[in-house]
């Protein structure tokens, strides 16, 4: 007999939405490695009190994760910011779909933009690609199959 672990039960759905900390302890690591001094360009090139309006939008299909982490690089940039999302984790994405919209400091959302892009890029595209194999097990008619992660994981 082995002393292999169980798996964890099925889920089915989307997770919990992740506690305001566990977001906060990525995104301003994250966001401290992209700036490092700060945003050359912005502080030099964006007057200080200059707004400025952001759309995230979709380039092609998918499915969207991430957006919760995507809009608190924003606020942890401005938290004077106005976030809004138009879309949902889990929800699939076509292409020119307006996903989320934020206003304020031009010179926080150029600072945020590439940390937030980085995350809602990487998670919508691990779910996508899970999606899709969840999708080919179901048509090859594969039940019960689970889909499961591997220890193969990003740094950080």
Do not use: Y
Request: hydrophobic residues 45%.
């Amino acid at each position: 007999m082995t002393n292999t672990p169980a798996l964890p039960l099925p889920r089915r759905g989307l997770p919990p939405p992740l506690e305001l900390e566990c977001i906060d302890a990525v995104v301003r690591p994250a966001l401290a490695e992209d700036t490092g001094a700060g945003d050359l360009t912005s502080l030099h090139a964006v007057p200080v009190v200059s707004r400025a309006r952001a759309t995230l939008v979709a380039k092609r299909p998918g499915v969207l994760a991430g957006l919760a982490v995507f809009l608190r690089a924003f606020e942890l940039c401005d938290p004077t910011c106005r976030v809004e999302a138009l879309m949902a984790d889990g929800d699939a994405l076509h292409k020119g779909a307006r996903v989320a919209t934020i206003e304020g400091s031009a010179r926080a959302l150029l600072t945020a933009e590439r940390t937030a892009l980085n995350f809602v890029q990487r998670l919508s595209g691990v779910a996508t690609l899970t999606a899709r194999w969840v999708l080919i097990a179901h048509e090859a008619g594969m039940q019960p199959v689970r889909i499961l992660d591997t220890r193969k994981t990003t740094p950080g």
